[in-house]
């Protein structure tokens, strides 16, 4: 049996994204010969965005939802340290962690995501529950579901904070669950309201107008309450299972859970370590998904921004991203010429209404339909058949 080759490089990889996970993928097919790969992440069970909405209505277990970065990293010969990264030495190379002692690397690729964003509205550090990081996310939705399944008689209101397109989602798919709770345990006439706060003129910023419209129908017709340019400026706490939102315009409602869902922002150690970064913080990298300012390290997926190619933080860029990452970083490797990559301007959105339909967009033209939602599944299956 011929001996392995001596180790002559080290590839690290902070962060179990969508993108990464597709490049341990193709690592595992291609594998990098003298090329030792080392994954950090404090998450080895990483949610596939796209499937989210439908874990929370109960049409995906976790398994579905979920890819388990275990196999993955196995199937990939690389080691996996569960820590979290908080900084970097550029200058020798090192990444620092949490519990770990540092680690070297000849080359880094960073995709860790957005960090929920700094909540300076009093009493929602306390009373609200963010929607990153998404395990605690998902661990107060069943406490909630539980505590529903132990009092089903008890009125059930819910406040989500932020009307983009995660919010919308989330709102929608918490009351087809909660739906459908209360009539497994036979009280489907206990009262059920949810209520969206969203500072902006109309939800789901960024989609079209058609789109727009077409979601606003569904919030008539299932009667969730809508709240258009309300801005929360508190939360309280009630009592010990009951919260009150106050608005800037005197507007107060009072709910069992909120849910706050506004803008995601980037990690501070990328900045405070020296990389150059945007305003909001997140990584500015060229064509190539390298760093703009250290060409020895690339960042993909949401905590990065190209800096010829802004487009919004979202899971397809991330998922794009993965076959012209792992393209770059083994010709970076081999000595090879990187080849530049440009994320498409227009592109498919598609909606999960919770309801069996999806509300699909892409440039001006809007279709909604169940096939929607079958057309969804299947993208979202296929992907994740791959882990």
Sequence with gaps: MQAPLPIRQDLV???GGHTHAIVLHKLAMH???GVRLTLITNLVDTPYSGMLPCHIS???DFDTAHIDLRPLTRFAHCRLVMDA???LDLAARRVHCAEHPPIAYDLLSIDTGSTPATIAVPGAADYAIPAK???????AWAALLEQ???QPDRPVTIAIVGGGVGGVELVLNMQVRLQALLAEVGHSQTPLTLHLFHRGEDIANGRNCSTRRLLRRHFDRRGIKLHLQESVVAVELEAPDRRRVHCASGLTVGCDRVFWVTHAAAPGWPKESGLATDEQGFILVKDTLQSLSH???FAAGDVATMVNHAR??????AVRQGPPLFHNLQAALQGQPLKPFRPQRQYLNIIDTGDGSAIASRGPFTFESSWMRAWKNHIDQKFMGLF
């Excluded at 919004?312 to 860029?317: E, L, Q, T």
């Design 58 to 60: 109960g049409l995906y």
């Design 148 to 150: 529903v399944r132990q």
């Design 295 to 297: 060409p020895e390290v």
């Design 85 to 87: 990264a908080v900084g």
């Design 133 to 139: 990081p998404v395990p605690q996310l998902l661990q």
């Design 13 to 15: 990889l902070i962060g």
């Design 312 to 317: 919004p933080k979202a899971g397809v860029f």
């Design 31 to 33: 594998p990098l010969p």
